[in-house]
């Protein structure tokens, strides 16, 4: 308003003006009324024609105001600095939309989940790319497509019909390798978000969670049964002498195959929970391969053939305690496994890339090739009732893989039914240092490498 005023007025001063003019020069000629009407149309014609030159440069700058607006004074120069500024203020705030919302995006491209927009007709607007990995989307070329022509499965046909998404819906599952957890929220008006978690791996160590927790349960009932069986029997038959021998001993087996069974649940525990073995303690091979081949000239009483053999001069950085318990329980399986009369080597030695390994080889029953991928599983058994009457508590190949890879190392295995198996125990170069062993060497086995 502030502008128009003074260009009205200024309109009326330039007609009146030419008025005065003109009544001034008719004068001179008699015909001042004339001169007057003559003067103020003259003034007002060109006063319109510059405005309208005026406008057509305003008009011209409006269809590319990628410049300055024109700068006159007046009327329409207010109005070119007042659209200029507004112009450029909505510029900057479109810029600065344009700036968040791609923030905003890459954000969500950064989510370890995936994340869709969907319009009010089910299309997809935009999805990041864990969403385009988990439905098989391409990004570009199925937008605006509607969501269920892309995500056939029809557990979520059903879900994006059924329009209550209270809770989330479950994609995949047995016979596919992923399972996706995936949850809709409505946004806007009509819009929807959708959400997708693989949850294939938290499935699957929640699955093996309840296994392991009914196996421990059916181990521990085992052997609690038969404990309350016996006592029962004690309190009420009268047993003799010799009868109370025989079930006190086998109470006290009972017993036993507990307290084996809840070390090697502690072991397990005390691997899960503790921080990585040192890499500078460092633990004599030799001292290891003497204490197992105590351990297992007990445990054989002269049945087997026993042979160690191997390099002394070596250390491995780790902790003492866990590489004994691997070697252990490797050197007793074997025993366990052979029947009398065969034999167990263990063999040690440095490879030419400073690997050291540990071998333990057996002649005993052997292993079919299918279960050996499932050996280091806990409580998988090839043959339950020979693992039980052993001794066995089905977790001791568990224990050594999780001492091996703890120590940055691998655990191999080669068998064969009815003929005997190896179990290699494989430490990384960094792990393994040279020492002068002043006595006690064994002697040196070469082990060829794989
Ligand atoms: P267990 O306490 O039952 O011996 P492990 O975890 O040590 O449990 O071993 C798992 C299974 O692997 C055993 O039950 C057995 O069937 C098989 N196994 C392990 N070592 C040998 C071996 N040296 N010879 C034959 N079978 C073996």
Redesign the pocket.
């Known amino acids: 308003m502030s502008g128009v005023l003074p260009a009205i007025l200024n309109s009326v001063l330039i007609c009146l003006v030419g008025g005065l003019v003109g009544a001034a020069l008719g004068e001179a000629r008699d015909m001042p009324s004339l001169g007057a009407l003559l003067g103020s149309l003259l003034a007002c014609t060109t006063h319109a024609i510059w405005q309208s030159l005026r406008a057509q440069k305003f008009v011209r700058w409006l269809r590319d105001t990628s410049g300055p607006a024109p700068r006159n004074a007046g009327l329409w120069g207010e109005v070119g600095y007042l659209t200029e500024r507004s112009l450029r203020s909505l510029e900057r705030g479109i810029v600065q939309e344009r700036l968040q919302r791609t923030q905003f995006l890459s954000g969500i491209e950064a989510s370890p989940n995936g994340v869709m927009l969907l319009d009010v007709h089910d299309q997809i607007e935009w999805c990041n790319s864990v969403s385009a990995q988990h439905f098989s989307l391409q990004r570009d070329n199925d937008r605006l497509q509607t969501v269920t022509n892309l995500i056939r499965s029809p557990v979520f046909v059903a879900y994006m019909q059924a329009q209550e998404f209270d809770a989330p819906v479950y994609l995949g599952g047995p016979g596919t390798r992923q399972k996706l957890m995936v949850l809709v929220r409505p946004y806007g008006d009509g819009k929807k978000l959708l959400l997708s978690q693989d949850v294939t791996e938290r499935d699957r160590s929640e699955a093996m969670r309840r296994d392991f927790v009914a196996n421990v349960s059916h181990e521990i009932r085992t052997p609690l049964t038969v404990l309350a069986g016996f006592i029962e029997t004690m309190a009420t038959v009268k047993l003799s002498e010799a009868e109370n021998c025989r079930v006190i001993e086998l109470m006290s087996q009972q017993a036993q195959r507990m307290q084996t069974l809840v070390a090697d649940l502690l072991i397990l525990a005390q691997l899960e929970g503790s921080p990585p073995p040192s890499p500078d303690r460092w633990v004599g091979l030799g001292g290891l391969v003497r204490q197992a081949e105590a351990d297992a000239q007990a445990l054989s009483g002269g049945r087997h053939r026993l042979s160690f053999k191997g390099e002394t001069d070596v250390e491995i950085a780790g902790t003492e305690s866990e590489l004994q318990s691997a070697l252990t ?1 490797l050197v007793s ?2 025993i ?3 029947p009398e009369g065969g034999s167990v080597e263990v063999r040690s030695g440095v490879r030419a890339d400073g690997v050291v390994e540990l071998e333990v080889q ?1 002649t ?4 079919e090739k299918g279960h050996i991928p499932r ?2 599983e806990r409580f ?5 009732s ?2 039980r009457e052993t001794g ?7 224990i050594v893989k999780h001492v091996v890879q703890r120590h940055g190392g691998e655990l191999q295995i080669v ?1 064969e039914l009815g003929k005997g ?1 190896i ?1 290699k125990l494989a430490f990384p170069a960094h792990r393994v240092r040279y020492v002068r062993a002043a006595s006690a060497s064994l002697p040196t086995a070469a082990i060829a490498p794989p």
Request: proline content about 0%; aromatic content about 10%; overall charge positive.
């Open positions: 329980n399986n074997a366990r496994y052979t057996d005993g029953v052997g292993i050996l280091t998988y058994r090839v043959d339950g020979r693992s066995g508590t089905g977790l001791g190949l568990s068998s198996s179990f």
